[in-house]
Nanobody, 121 residues
């Protein structure tokens, strides 16, 4: 079983910065893709950024140039560094991991419980 725990969500002013962390724990063979998704109130969950095990990244156009995703494979942790925050970034941010639990099985998707980011003056 794998557990993802996010941290770092907070209330910040427009233009501010924030760093989210997500640590994976449990028993697994490897973690392939990790990513961040967000869901604003009344809207569908959307992709923010993803990063592969060999550090290839992908970003939503709305955050490109402002957010940076990174990971520390030794710590099984993915980060999202956010700068130039805007009110429209307000959402619950969820961590996602595609996990291969054993050598002989396909990937299983795990989600964290989410952390609230609120951008407001």
């Amino acid at each position: 079983q794998v557990q993802l725990v996010e941290s770092g969500g907070d209330l910040v002013q427009p233009g501010g910065s924030l760093r989210l962390s997500c640590a994976a724990s449990g028993s697994f063979y490897r973690i392939n893709i990790m990513g961040w998704y967000r869901q604003a109130h009344g809207k569908e969950r959307e992709l923010v950024a993803t990063i592969t095990s060999d550090f290839k990244t992908n970003y939503a156009d709305s955050v490109k140039g402002r957010f940076t995703i990174s990971r520390d494979n030794a710590k099984n942790t993915v980060y999202l560094q956010m700068s130039g925050l805007k009110p429209e970034d307000t959402a619950v941010y969820y961590c996602k991991a595609d996990v291969q639990r054993t050598l002989s099985q396909l990937l299983t998707i795990y989600w964290g419980q989410g952390t609230q980011v609120t951008v407001s003056s």
